[in-house]
């Protein structure tokens, strides 16, 4: 019986392996393509002249300008849509859990719509509303973020709920209510600390959201990083695979942290 568990263990193993191992070959070898081509020079000679441009950003912004502006839109849209997200679900996820819990399942409701529209859709309702936002507010790209917002909602929301899944966020706002805090503290002080890894998470994916997303930029004539390597591809093809490459990258890391954000609220739990 033990032989029969010890060689069902390594078939396991070796499965595993071989999965990871696949998985791998399919993910970095086109990165390493993309790294490859970027490194090119004129004879096929190597070369290390793009990404000295691409981390020289004085240069970058003198030789692609439509580049430096799109990574100068997509830092703000960053900021201001994970501010924006953040601002909007963690208050009313906690309230709607703590004072109006029937009204959980029409607010889940609402912010899983926006998977289930599609870009052009959402692009047709919204190129209205941006007319009146031109009106009063502007043409700037930066203004995308209310779009964005609306679109990080189902996975925002998704992180957010299961970290509040996870704790008792009636008995810990009760408890300090009964001590005298206000909500506001009770928010900051008691409920924030407990879901840190969930805001994390909402976060990360808005970020990966945000500069991954091209459509409504480009139906809407603004300007973001996913505009601008389309745009560069076409004069400059070395430097848009090179940002599309720097992009990828950073959604990994991202993703990576993200994991580990949630294997360290699983040990804080389990040894609890």
Not at 112 to 127: D, F, K, N, Q, R
Not at 176 to 195: D, E, F, K, Q, Y
Request: proline fraction near 3%.
């Amino acid at each position: 019986m033990a032989g029969l568990r010890q060689r069902r263990a390594r078939r396991q193993r070796t499965l595993r392996w071989i999965v990871v191992t696949l998985f791998a070959v399919l993910v970095l070898l086109p990165l390493y393509a993309m790294f490859e081509f970027t490194t090119r020079g004129a004879g096929d000679s190597f070369t290390w002249e793009t990404w000295r441009v691409f981390f020289d950003w004085g240069t970058l912004a003198e030789t692609y300008p439509i580049l430096w502006t799109g990574m100068k839109a997509s830092f703000w849209l960053v900021l201001l849509s994970v501010t924006l997200t953040l601002v909007l679900l963690v208050p009313t996820v906690v309230w709607v859990r703590l004072r109006l819990p029937r009204l959980r399942r029409l607010v889940e409701f609402i912010s899983l719509l926006p998977l289930t529209i599609p870009a052009i859709v959402l692009v047709v309702g919204l190129a209205p509303v941006y007319a009146w936002v031109v009106y009063f507010i502007g043409g700037s790209s930066v203004t995308l973020f209310f779009a964005y917002t609306i679109l990080a909602l189902p996975f925002a929301y998704r992180a957010i709920d299961a970290g509040l899944s996870a704790i008792d966020v009636r008995t810990l706002s009760e408890a300090a209510r009964s001590l005298g805090s206000s909500w506001a503290t009770v928010m900051w002080r008691v409920v924030l600390p407990n879901i840190r890894s969930a805001v994390l998470s909402a976060a990360f994916l808005t970020v990966a959201l945000v500069l991954g997303e091209f459509t409504i930029a480009s139906l809407l004539n603004r300007d973001n990083i996913q505009v601008a390597v389309n745009q560069l591809g076409k004069s400059s093809a070395t430097m848009s695979v090179a940002v599309s490459l720097a992009a990828l990258v950073l959604a990994f890391v991202l993703l990576f942290l993200l994991s580990f954000a949630g294997r360290r609220r699983y040990r804080e739990r389990k040894t609890s």
